[in-house]
């Protein structure tokens, strides 16, 4: 797949990247959500220039994502003991279907 230009805009600014036809609604979806978050800043008033706003929505969805991250560790370690428990009872029931 070759990459095509998506037009985003962020806080006014637009702008074209390239992206694979199959990540193109994620990319949209992805410039919105810092869109709004850097709008989000810059509404406070407390932050002044682009730049800066932009470095605060980075360290915010960064803070987002590292939570979500941890959150989600446990997850997995409980899915795969899940598992483990499932292929164990599967191979008793097949155990006991050969008896």
Do not use: H, W
């Not at 029931?93 to 008896?99: H, I, M, S």
Request: proline residues 2%; aromatic residues 2%.
């Amino acid at each position: 797949m070759s990459a095509k230009g998506v037009n985003i805009s962020i806080l006014g600014r637009d702008f074209s990247v390239a992206c694979p036809p199959d990540e193109q609604d994620a990319l949209v979806e992805a410039a919105n959500y810092l869109d709004g978050n850097m709008k989000d800043i810059q509404k406070t008033g407390k932050i002044i220039g682009a730049d800066r706003v932009a470095i605060m929505a980075a360290l915010n969805i960064t803070n987002e994502l590292l939570k979500l991250q941890k959150a989600t560790a446990g997850q997995q370690q409980v899915q795969e003991r899940l598992n483990t428990l499932q292929d164990r009872i599967d191979a008793v029931l097949r155990e006991a279907e050969d008896v």
